[in-house]
């Protein structure tokens, strides 16, 4: 009798759904860890000083990931010295940007709008790289550039070129544009500080940056408004702004790079705005229009077609 070849199973190994499930769910949380800070801005609506809860914010999160950085600079991971000024401009960058002025535009904009715009932040990214030299734009990722700016476009005008000029609601969209344009150049200079040392020890550090740019107007609303700055809801915003878009969401996003990779956990970028989406329909009571699901399919459509080589 002919001994049998062992038939090829197409079965995932031991473990691969658990791995996958696990993955989803990481996604998911981490998605919504991100857009609450969206959620946050356009709930609080000017109601806590906008750049109070950005220092409130940073403080928390650089004292709370405090333990990785000192670790990483007694190591020599992290060489002072020579990265004090990089570290300074990726907190300016990544963090001031993406704080204060985020908040104050939740005060004229939505949501939903504040992580469309952001989801632009790779085609910004690929651009600055091309214009740099670092990266080649090829055809589909010309025409993956070219979709998502008219979805971008098409949210911030509101179908209507003349809001530019018209509404104090585009104002609030361009304040993101700009603070998305921070996060492009955070995202091309971060991992160039440092690389030896961990993401969590790194983004210690730019968040003591980013509260310190912060401190200045700070001081002032401080000043100019104790009252708004020091009571029980402002306090529940800067604890909640510290722990679940920050410590908890960037935690969850250094855990699901070290167990899945880079390229899978940026998946994370298509699941943001559905997250906020949701979370901006359940919380806030603005459910996304025919306009954001035109517009976010374009932007992140472009997305997946400018990442593609």
Known sequence: MDAKLPETSSAK????GWNDAVALIGFILVAVGQASNQVLARG????????????????????????????AIRD???PLAQNAWPILVAGFLGMF??????????????????????ALSPIMVLLISAALGIEHIGPLQ?????????GALLIVSGGHLETFTQSS????DLLVVFAMLGWSGYTLVQSRIAPRASLLARVSLFSAAGALCSLPPAIHEMWTAPALVFNAKAYEAYVFAGLVPGLI??????????????????????????????LSWIILGEPPKLIHLVGGLLILGGVWASLRK
């Open 13 to 16: 190994p031991p473990g691969a």
């Open 44 to 71: 609080l609506a000017g109601s806590v000083p906008p750049f109070s809860l950005a220092f409130f914010r940073w403080s928390i999160i650089a004292v709370g990931l405090a333990p990785f950085a000192i670790a």
């Open 76 to 78: 020599g991971r992290i």
């Open 97 to 118: 940007l993406c704080g204060g002025p985020v908040y104050v535009a939740g005060i004229t904009t939505t949501a939903i709008h504040i992580a469309l715009i952001f």
């Open 142 to 150: 010309w025409l993956g550039t070219g979709l998502a700016l008219a």
């Open 169 to 172: 609601a585009a104002w609030g």
């Open 249 to 278: 969401a960037y935690a969850g996003f250094a855990w699901l790079g070290g167990k899945f990779g880079s390229v899978r956990t940026s998946l994370v970028l298509y699941v943001a705005p559905i997250a906020s989406a949701l």
